[in-house]
T-cell receptor, first 115, second 114 residues
C-alpha cells in the first residue's frame, strides 16, 4: 500500500500569507523525504529534501519540518505568491538494497493563492 | 539549458494498438526514470535506467510495457496492445548519477486509449 499521504487535499491562502502543507508517512525506513511542486501541464519540480536524521531544513522561502515521532512532514512557504499555486507532493526515498533512486509519491495537495 | 523533453505531448490511440513514447533527458544525465501519473494521483515509478541498461523495471505493470535506452541518452517507452486502463500521463525524468532526490521531470506525454 501507499506509505506517503496527505492531510489536506486542497489549501487556499491569501497572497503574502504563509502556507503550511502537511504530509503523513508510515514507512520508518525512509532515508529522505522530498517535496515537489507540479504546475498545471508541467512535470514535477524539486523543491527541497530532508534526510531522515534531521528535524528541519530551510531553503529559499521554504522550510521543511520532520517529526519522526508522529511520522509527519510539513512544507512551509513564506510570503506565498501567486506563482506558488500548484500541486505539492511529498515523496520518500528508501534505500532498500541500493534502490534509493525510486521515489514514492503521495497524492498531493492543491495550493491556491488568492491575490 | 534545455530541460527534459518528451514527445509527443499528447497521444490518442485505439484499444489494442501499439504506442511509443520518447524521452530526451538532460545532456550528461546518466540516470533516467519513467513514471506514470493518473488523474489526481502522484507519479508512480515504472522503470529506472543507469546508462544503457534497465537497472530496475519492477514498476512496469505487465509485459505489455517495455522501455529501452540503447545509447544511454534517449529513451523510448513502448506499450503493446494498449488498454483503456493505460490512459495516463507518462512522465520521464533524468538526473546525474546518484543525485536521486532531485529528479528533473519532463512535461509528460498524455496518453488516451479509446
Amino acid at each position: 500500500g501507499e506509505s506517503v499521504g496527505l492531510h489536506l487535499p486542497t489549501l487556499s491562502v491569501q497572497e503574502g500569507d504563509n502556507s503550511i502543507i502537511n504530509c503523513a508517512y508510515s514507512n520508518s525506513a525512509s532515508d529522505y523525504f522530498i517535496w515537489y511542486k507540479q504546475e498545471s501541464g508541467k512535470g514535477p519540480q524539486f523543491i527541497i529534501d530532508i534526510r531522515s536524521n534531521m528535524d528541519k531544513r530551510q531553503g529559499q522561502r521554504v522550510t521543511v519540518l520532520l517529526n519522526k515521532t508522529v511520522k509527519h512532514l510539513s512544507l512551509q512557504i513564506a510570503a506565498t505568491q501567486p506563482g506558488d499555486s500548484a500541486v505539492y507532493f511529498c515523496a520518500e526515498n528508501i534505500d532498500s538494497g541500493g534502490s534509493n533512486y525510486k521515489l514514492t509519491f503521495g497524492k498531493g495537495t492543491l495550493l491556491t493563492v488568492n491575490p | 539549458g534545455a530541460g527534459v523533453s518528451q514527445t509527443p505531448s499528447n497521444k490518442v490511440t485505439e484499444k489494442g494498438k501499439y504506442v511509443e513514447l520518447r524521452c530526451d533527458p538532460i545532456s550528461g544525465h546518466t540516470a533516467l526514470y519513467w513514471y506514470r501519473q493518473s488523474l489526481g494521483q502522484g507519479p508512480e515509478f515504472l522503470i529506472y535506467f543507469q546508462g544503457t541498461g534497465a537497472a530496475d523495471d519492477s514498476g512496469l505493470p505487465n509485459d505489455r510495457f517495455f522501455a529501452v535506452r540503447p545509447e544511454g541518452s534517449v529513451s523510448t517507452l513502448k506499450i503493446q496492445r494498449t488498454e483503456r486502463g493505460d490512459s495516463a500521463v507518462y512522465l520521464c525524468a533524468s538526473s546525474p548519477y546518484s543525485s536521486y532526490n532531485e529528479q528533473f521531470f519532463g512535461p509528460g506525454t498524455r496518453l488516451t486509449v479509446l
